[in-house]
């Protein structure tokens, strides 16, 4: 009979140039490595955090410029904070009708013409019926888009621009709210302005002289 022996498995090699990593380590490579996961998640929070101020940034910009519409759309008024003055602006069907003009009053209660800031914006739509007996219409329809602008001064008072823009018009007026047993308000002056365009033309026709041309 033939008689095999086998030698029993060697043992596994290691390469003395690359030791088994010791718990020590492994340690530091653990420490290290969640070093650099921290590192990573505070520059990804800091441009999280950087968009987020732009994007409210230009929310706020946009914000503080609104523009209302007829119902036909076809007449519009833009509004604007410019350096904290209000300005407005008017187009028909795309045409400038009224270059940026300035808004604002000067009361005995504070200075509504320069450093407001917005606080908020509101829009409604008018729908109203009445009627006249003494016009060339005895029955009135009324419709027209509202934009509410609320600001305060650099006193902290408050104003409102009411807009109202129907198809052939556009109108506005201010508000002020009442403080304490203050029943009136003085008007010092006014900013409001009318700023035609360069190109824009004009009618005028002489004034009549009192008493005439109704016989």
Known sequence: NLLMAMAPPAPPTTNSSCPLPTPLV??????????????????????????????LASTFAIAQQTTIYSPDSMLCVDFNLK????????????????????LGLTTNIGD???????????????????TMNRSKFSKINYKANE????????????????FRVSNNDVAF???????????????????????????????????????IGWK
């Open 83 to 102: 350096n904290g003055m209000p300005v407005y602006s008017v187009k028909y069907d795309g045409k400038t009708m009224l270059d940026e003009s300035p």
């Open 112 to 130: 509504f013409t320069k450093g407001m800031k917005f606080v908020k914006s509101n829009t409604a739509k008018v729908d109203k019926e009445y």
């Open 173 to 211: 007026q201010y508000r002020i709210a009442k403080r304490g047993e203050t029943g009136s308000i003085r008007i010092m002056s006014e900013a409001t302005g009318f700023d035609f365009p360069t190109h824009t033309t004009t009618f005028l026709t002489p004034q009549s002289d009192p008493m």
């Open 26 to 55: 492994r340690r530091i490579t653990q420490q290290i490595q969640k070093k650099i996961t921290n590192h990573i998640n505070y520059i990804n929070m800091k441009k999280q955090i950087l968009l987020l101020c732009s994007v």
């Open 147 to 162: 934009l509410i602008v609320s600001m305060v001064n650099g006193r902290r008072h408050p104003m409102e621009i009411c």
